[in-house]
């Protein structure tokens, strides 16, 4: 399979104020939220970061999307650096993550022609994908009407449409199915078997085990920053279930009883 992702210890540090070290029970200015993580991904491959609340995970996602710079380390996709050739990044990834806000005051059919238009695809072109996007996520009963009068799983739907409006070969979703009901929920889901099968790359970030379990084909822990495990599913649970597994790990690193 061809490498389609390659991390290389890409460390990323945050600035703390007096406030949030006390906050955080720490005795200096500067914390580490990326340490040192390397890892790679497949075509056609999805590949699943676990892990707690602030082990890292959002972080790592949002370097390899060039939203942030790491204070040191590289990744490449597809042969672009994140940092030296971020734009060239940009065309190649689609990104979704629970913190998008979509303006509330637009339409999502206004939303999806504006980022297609930053994007530079032609009005055909848009017309089709919206048509296909709009019509696979039950978006097209409500693409006139304003995102502030939408429910929270339809504003997903939204975004994670206007993620992927681009039709990119790799795509980054932190956390997709957050805040949705179990329909919505395996709308999501089923997509993401569907850009696997259409030989798409996917990075996906869940606290949802049996998502993980059921989409990926290789897992990477991460606990404190650093990347503990990474091989595949099947390796990793060791003959448990994954959410075994990772509780194991998580207690063997942290050295808590859980």
Same mark, same amino acid.
């Given at each position: 399979?061809?490498?389609?992702?390659?991390?290389?210890?890409?460390?990323?540090?945050?600035?703390?104020?007096?406030?949030?070290?006390?906050?955080?029970?720490?005795?200096?200015?500067?914390?580490?939220?990326?340490?040192?993580?390397?890892?790679?991904?497949?075509?056609?491959?999805?590949?699943?970061?676990?892990?707690?609340?602030?082990?890292?995970?959002?972080?790592?996602?949002?370097?390899?999307?060039?939203?942030?710079?790491?204070?040191?380390?590289?990744?490449?996709?597809?042969?672009?650096?994140?940092?030296?050739?971020?734009?060239?990044?940009?065309?190649?990834?689609?990104?979704?993550?629970?913190?998008?806000?979509?303006?509330?005051?637009?339409?999502?059919?206004?939303?999806?022609?504006?980022?297609?238009?930053?994007?530079?695809?032609? @009005?055909? %072109?848009?017309?089709?994908?919206? !048509?296909?996007? =709009?019509?696979?996520?039950?978006? &097209?009963?409500?693409? *006139? #009407?304003?995102?502030?009068?939408?429910?929270?799983?339809?504003?997903?739907?939204?975004?994670?449409?206007?993620?992927?409006?681009?039709?990119?070969?790799?795509?980054?979703?932190?956390?997709?199915?957050?805040?949705?009901?179990?329909?919505?929920?395996?709308?999501?889901?089923?997509?993401?078997?569907?850009?696997?099968?259409?030989?798409?790359?996917?990075?996906?970030?869940?606290?949802?085990?049996?998502?993980?379990?059921?989409?990926?084909?290789?897992?990477?822990?991460?606990?404190?920053?650093?990347?503990?495990?990474?091989?595949?599913?099947? @390796?990793? %649970?060791?003959?448990?279930?994954? !959410?075994?597994? =990772?509780?194991?790990?998580?207690? &063997?690193?942290?050295? *808590? #009883?859980?």
């Amino acid at each position: 399979m061809k490498e389609i992702l390659t991390v290389t210890n890409l460390t990323k540090t945050f600035k703390l104020s007096k406030k949030q070290q006390k906050l955080k029970k720490l005795n200096k200015p500067v914390l580490t939220a990326v340490d040192n993580v390397s890892f790679s991904s497949y075509e056609g491959e999805v590949f699943g970061l676990l892990g707690p609340n602030g082990a890292g995970k959002t972080t790592t996602m949002r370097m390899i999307a060039t939203l942030i710079n790491p204070v040191s380390g590289e990744a490449t996709v597809d042969g672009f650096s994140i940092t030296k050739q971020p734009q060239k990044v940009r065309e190649k990834i689609g990104f979704l993550t629970n913190e998008l806000k979509l303006d509330e005051f637009f339409t999502p059919n206004y939303l999806f022609d504006y980022f297609s238009s930053l994007h530079g695809i032609s @009005k055909d %072109k848009t017309r089709e994908r919206k !048509e296909l996007l =709009f019509t696979k996520f039950g978006i &097209d009963k409500f693409a *006139e #009407v304003k995102v502030g009068n939408l429910s929270q799983g339809m504003k997903q739907k939204i975004s994670l449409a206007i993620s992927i409006v681009h039709d990119p070969s790799f795509v980054i979703f932190d956390e997709p199915t957050n805040g949705l009901d179990v329909i919505s929920a395996k709308v999501v889901t089923d997509f993401l078997i569907e850009l696997k099968k259409q030989g798409k790359s996917v990075i996906l970030s869940t606290h949802i085990f049996n998502l993980a379990e059921d989409l990926c084909d290789r897992i990477g822990i991460i606990i404190n920053g650093q990347l503990v495990a990474c091989d595949t599913v099947e @390796k990793v %649970k060791n003959g448990k279930t994954l !959410e075994s597994a =990772f509780f194991d790990i998580y207690a &063997d690193v942290t050295k *808590e #009883v859980l």
